[in-house]
């Protein structure tokens, strides 16, 4: 099993910035065997892919609507994972999801293996 906690979240206004962590833990969790990634999922919508990050640190994916704005990074010894999210708009408004994956499509939500229960991220304009 591998838990997964999402904080960070909150309300800020069009243009503000937020820092979202994700905290993994579990006896099934080892950070070397594990790909990071953020979802989200706004009212009405499916669950669509924002950014991915190896086992390293050092590959990264995102999703065309973020690139440039949101950035993603990890810190093995803490077992965190972190999205860094820039001028944001509202439709960045939604909850947002962490989730943890051994083998698939990084940006396929139907293969990450465990998720964690969100965080909301509401943007004012």
């Known amino acids: 099993q591998v838990h997964l906690v999402e904080s960070g979240g909150g309300l800020v206004q069009a243009g503000g910035s937020l820092r979202l962590s994700c905290a993994a833990s579990g006896g099934s969790f080892t950070s070397t065997t594990w790909i990071l990634g953020w979802f989200r999922q706004a009212a009405g919508n499916e669950r669509e892919f924002v950014a991915a990050?190896?086992?390293?640190?050092?590959?990264?994916e995102y999703a065309d609507y973020v690139k440039g704005r949101f950035t993603i990074s990890r810190d093995n010894a803490k077992n965190m994972v972190y999205l860094q999210m820039n001028t944001l708009n509202a439709e960045d408004t939604a909850l947002y999801y962490c989730?943890?994956?051994?083998?698939?499509?990084?940006?396929?939500?139907?293969?990450?293996?465990?998720w964690g229960q969100g965080t909301q991220v509401t943007v004012s304009s």
């Open positions: 989730g943890a994956l051994r083998v698939g499509t990084w940006a396929s939500a139907a293969d990450y293996d465990y």
């Open positions: 990050i190896g086992w390293n640190g050092v590959n990264t």
